[in-house]
């Protein structure tokens, strides 16, 4: 059974950072490639980040390149977020999930979710 679940989240000022982490219990954990999506009230779900298995490869949405860092840690079965320059416009739910296809891109191409972390910014 795959359980994927995120911490980290919380109320920050503009211009802060935090750290969200994804803790993933499943068997070949190296084999999924893992992603970040946030979605804010009204709003559709949409990509933040995403890393390959390897961890080798990484992709980010235009709305948080130079500001977000995606990574993971295959020997603790964990991805990370490296949040930075928060904005009151990156406030969401922030979700991890997991999917064994390498191209994976849209939502419904994760087999996998978490149930979310909630992350507020403040102006």
């Known amino acids: 059974q795959v359980q994927l679940v995120e911490s980290g989240g919380g109320l920050v000022q503009a211009g802060g950072s935090l750290r969200l982490s994804c803790a993933a219990t499943?068997?070949?954990?190296?084999?999924?490639?893992m992603g970040w999506f946030r979605q804010a009230p009204g709003k559709q779900r949409e990509f933040v980040a995403a890393?390959?298995?390897?961890?080798?490869?990484?992709a980010y949405a235009d709305s948080v390149k130079g500001r977000f860092t995606i990574s993971r840690d295959n020997a603790k079965n964990t991805v990370y977020l490296q949040m930075n320059s928060l904005e009151p416009e990156d406030t969401a739910n922030y979700y991890c999930?997991?999917?064994?296809?390498?191209?994976?891109?849209?939502?419904?191409?994760?087999?996998?979710w978490g149930q979310g972390t909630q992350v507020t910014v403040s102006s």
């Open positions: 999930a997991a999917s064994s296809w390498a191209g994976a891109v849209s939502p419904n191409q994760y087999e996998y």
């Open positions: 499943m068997r070949a954990f190296v084999h999924y490639k």
């Open positions: 890393t390959t298995g390897g961890g080798g490869g990484t």
